[in-house]
């Protein structure tokens, strides 16, 4: 009930020809772009107390509301913004647990992630990151590189409550993804440098740009990878 009402402020909030607020404002409306499987959907993305609604102006049957209880991750690269959710979202092209949102010219994705709070990373196209966050409640996101013996591939580790994954954004062919219990040993050689070696397949040795991983979120990743198992 609660999140309709969000929705139907949402509506009014865009009938009334909201434009783009400022980040710590109290309802936020940004231009965007939502990507789906054939293509982009135009609408705005609302910012309205602990809801995350996306209009869809084409098709307002196809809007959707995220609780940001909801939100696993939220990460923001440029004009690029990805939400990783805990449950599926359904928007045109079904039951989805990944939303994607391109924020429209003038617009500074700054408003999103500080809507989010301490759960975001945030890094601009010129590589530069602030710090990834990681509480014992949430994941975490890392701006890293991996070596190749010619050359490197930069991407994000991405750690979740039931894998970890490094997404490679410029050799797709290098990503991986390791649930816990399929992760034989985890190393940390310093802040910037982590080790993962799975039961099956090469060990895959990442570097960190911008922030490291404390050992606070290591521990925790590693109570993770002992905990996966015993089960």
Request: hydrophobic share 35%; glycine share 10%.
């Amino acid at each position: 009930m609660q999140s309709k009402l969000y929705f139907l402020v949402g509506l009014l909030l865009v009938s009334a020809g909201a434009g783009i607020a400022q980040p710590g404002a109290t309802g936020s409306a940004l231009a965007v772009e939502h990507s789906v499987p054939f293509g982009t959907v135009p609408g705005k993305l609302l910012l309205l107390g602990d809801y995350l609604v996306f209009v869809d102006e084409q098709q307002l049957s196809a809007s959707f509301v995220v609780p940001k209880s909801a939100v696993e991750t939220l990460n923001a690269e440029g004009s690029e913004v990805t939400v990783q959710t805990r449950e599926p979202v359904r928007n045109r092209s079904g039951q989805v647990n990944r939303l994607s949102f391109r924020v429209g010219s003038g617009a500074d994705p700054a408003v999103v992630t500080g809507w989010y709070g301490s759960g975001s990373a945030v890094t601009t196209r010129g590589g530069s990151a602030s710090p990834s966050a990681t509480s014992s409640a949430g994941p975490g996101i890392y701006q890293a590189h991996h070596d190749h013996r010619i050359g490197e591939c930069r991407g994000r580790l991405i750690v979740t409550s039931e894998q970890v994954s490094y997404e490679s954004v410029s050799s797709i062919s290098h990503s991986r993804r390791w649930e816990y219990r399929a992760i034989k040993e985890i190393k940390l050689s310093n802040p910037y440098e982590i080790e993962i070696e799975p039961f099956t397949g090469d060990t895959y040795k990442l570097r960190f740009d911008g922030a490291g991983m404390d050992p606070a979120a290591f521990k925790e990743l590693v109570d993770r990878v002992t905990s996966a198992r015993g089960k």
